[in-house]
């Protein structure tokens, strides 16, 4: 018997939640086909945390494709389905990829295993980058740089933390249910050990009796505590580079990772900054929202940058 996992109509960092707790109840070794025939919509979160799924299973998985045209070719351009054939077994009709500069793909989706895969994505974006960020986003020209070292970051972390490979994705759309203007969007999803595993493989690592996988959050997010020794010039200074950035340009970053997701979130969202006992899901899961800039005014939250959540919310 298989056990049908039906995939969210809009799929993003919320909604992939539905995903997870549907797998959750399932026990290994079952038959399972998770369903996007009626999906029609994917951030670049969403279609990368699906290519995690099947990382996450010891079971081969099935997928029915998007029956959407629009659907279907959109993640075709995204690179979702090149992949995808590997890990799963695919049902439905896949149409041809095309290039993703057809598109309002800044990068498709690209496997992360080495470092030098870090430098070819970064090397790949950055004239691209340069466009959307100045061009589109408003943003000041000294971003650019920025914006290639944060993507850099976020996905070195897949090479030092997470065990195994990973995916990064980047996409620019209008973002229109929080701020009705345009976003830069970075997704970077893996499968691997996550934080809480890879801060106790630490020498000098030392549990406590609240040390879960929220605590492992707050500690690499908002204490930039990594497993690296603090003599390891640069080690491990990754995430806290990635706050500030998205701190100065009024972003939004949320990491997902066991059973705990922590979100930066700035004046235009309301999403909870902590939330815990979610269902497990192995690996670090990271999205980065960096908005359009409208006038003159710098666009960075009202007084100072975050330093730990507001609130805690419990299941």
């Not at 995903?19 to 959750?24: F, P, R, S, T, W």
């Not at 919509?41 to 990368?48: F, M």
């Not at 430098?119 to 650019?144: C, E």
């Not at 979130?265 to 929202?289: C, H, K, N």
């Given at each position: 018997?298989t056990t049908?996992?039906?995939?969210?109509h809009?799929?993003?960092?919320h909604?992939?939640?539905?995903?997870i707790?549907?797998?959750?109840a399932?026990?290994?070794?079952?038959?399972i086909l998770?369903?996007?025939?009626h999906?029609?919509w994917?951030?670049?979160?969403?279609?990368?945390?699906?290519?995690?799924v099947?990382?996450?299973?010891?079971?081969?998985?099935?997928?029915?494709?998007?029956?959407h045209?629009d659907?279907?070719?959109?993640?075709?351009r995204?690179?979702?389905?090149?992949?995808?054939?590997e890990?799963?077994?695919?049902?439905?009709?896949?149409?041809?990829?095309?290039?993703?500069h057809?598109?309002?793909?800044?990068?498709?989706?690209?496997?992360?295993?080495?470092?030098?895969?870090v430098?070819?994505?970064?090397?790949?974006i950055q004239?691209?980058?340069?466009d959307?960020?100045h061009?589109q986003?408003?943003?000041?020209?000294?971003?650019?740089g920025?914006?290639?070292?944060?993507?850099?970051e976020?996905c070195?972390?897949?090479?030092?933390?997470?065990g195994?490979?990973g995916?990064?994705?980047?996409?620019?759309?209008?973002y229109?249910?929080?701020?009705?203007?345009?976003?830069?969007?970075i997704?970077?999803?893996?499968?691997?050990?996550?934080?809480?595993?890879?801060?106790?493989?630490?020498?000098?690592?030392?549990?406590?009796?609240?040390?879960?996988?929220?605590?492992?959050l707050?500690?690499?997010?908002?204490?930039?505590?990594?497993?690296?020794?603090h003599?390891?010039?640069?080690?491990?200074?990754?995430?806290a580079?990635?706050?500030?950035?998205v701190g100065?340009w009024?972003g939004?970053?949320?990491?997902?990772?066991?059973?705990a997701r922590?979100a930066?979130t700035?004046?235009?969202?309301?999403?909870?900054?902590?939330t815990?006992?979610?269902?497990?899901?192995?690996?670090?899961?990271?999205?980065?929202?960096?908005?359009?800039?409208?006038?003159?005014?710098?666009?960075?939250?009202r007084?100072?940058?975050p330093?730990?959540?507001r609130?805690?919310?419990?299941?």
């Amino acid at each position: 018997m298989t056990t049908v996992i039906s995939v969210p109509h809009s799929l993003d960092e919320h909604s992939f939640e539905q995903v997870i707790e549907q797998l959750a109840a399932v026990p290994e070794g079952s038959k399972i086909l998770l369903d996007a025939r009626h999906a029609r919509w994917a951030s670049p979160y969403g279609l990368t945390a699906l290519l995690c799924v099947p990382q996450a299973r010891p079971e081969k998985l099935a997928f029915a494709v998007p029956e959407h045209p629009d659907t279907v070719s959109y993640w075709s351009r995204a690179g979702f389905f090149r992949h995808a054939a590997e890990l799963y077994e695919l049902h439905g009709s896949v149409p041809r990829a095309r290039d993703a500069h057809e598109s309002d793909v800044l990068l498709e989706i690209t496997p992360i295993t080495k470092s030098d895969d870090v430098h070819g994505v970064v090397g790949r974006i950055q004239s691209k980058a340069a466009d959307i960020l100045h061009g589109q986003l408003n943003l000041d020209t000294a971003v650019t740089g920025v914006f290639g070292m944060t993507l850099s970051e976020a996905c070195q972390n897949i090479v030092e933390h997470a065990g195994q490979g990973g995916w990064v994705a980047v996409q620019t759309y209008k973002y229109t249910r929080r701020l009705g203007r345009r976003v830069v969007v970075i997704a970077v999803c893996d499968a691997g050990v996550g934080f809480r595993k890879s801060l106790e493989s630490a020498p000098n690592h030392r549990k406590s009796d609240r040390w879960d996988d929220a605590m492992a959050l707050e500690d690499a997010v908002l204490r930039a505590i990594s497993r690296f020794r603090h003599g390891d010039a640069g080690r491990g200074q990754g995430l806290a580079g990635i706050r500030r950035f998205v701190g100065r340009w009024h972003g939004k970053l949320t990491v997902r990772s066991g059973t705990a997701r922590i979100a930066i979130t700035p004046e235009w969202d309301e999403d909870v900054p902590m939330t815990e006992q979610l269902p497990y899901f192995p690996g670090a899961q990271m999205q980065i929202i960096i908005p359009e800039r409208i006038g003159d005014a710098p666009a960075r939250p009202r007084g100072a940058a975050p330093a730990s959540p507001r609130s805690r919310s419990r299941f």
